[in-house]
C-alpha cells in the first residue's frame, strides 16, 4: 500500500497538532502540588539623582511615618487614657428641714479606661 506524500504530510500534521494541543492544556492546568511563585510588591521612591529606586515591601503607613518624622509632624492623635461615660447624681432631701443647708448626696462615676495606669 502506498501513501501519497500529502496524504503523509497531512497525518504528520495532526499528529503535531495534537501533541501541541495536549501540551498547551497540561500547561495551562494547575499544578496538582498548589506551588506558585509570589513575588513581594515593589514601590518606587525618587533618589537624590531623581532615578526610581525599588522598595519591596515599603507600605503607605511606613511612608506616613516617615512624613511626620521628616516634617517634625505630632504623631497620631492617641485615644484618651479615660472616658468618663456615665455620672449618676443621687440627693436624699427627704429629711431636709426648713432652713436646713446640707442633705445626704451621693455621686456615682462610670469611667471606661483604655490604658493601663494611672489617669488624670
Known sequence: MRHSSST???????????????VA?????PTSTGVRE?????????DDAG??????GFQYRDFVELFRLKEGL???ALPP????ER?????DASDLAIGGTSCPAEVTCVVRQSR?????
Open 74 to 76: 505630632a504623631g497620631p
Open 25 to 29: 492544556q497540561d500547561a495551562s492546568a
Open 87 to 91: 455620672v449618676s447624681v443621687l440627693i
Open 38 to 46: 509570589v513575588m513581594p510588591e515593589l514601590y518606587y521612591i525618587q
Open 51 to 56: 532615578r526610581l529606586v525599588p522598595v519591596p
Open 8 to 22: 503523509l504530510v497531512a497525518c504528520l500534521a495532526a499528529v503535531i497538532a495534537a501533541t501541541v494541543g495536549a
Open 116 to 120: 493601663g495606669g494611672w489617669t488624670a
Open 81 to 84: 487614657a479615660a472616658v468618663l
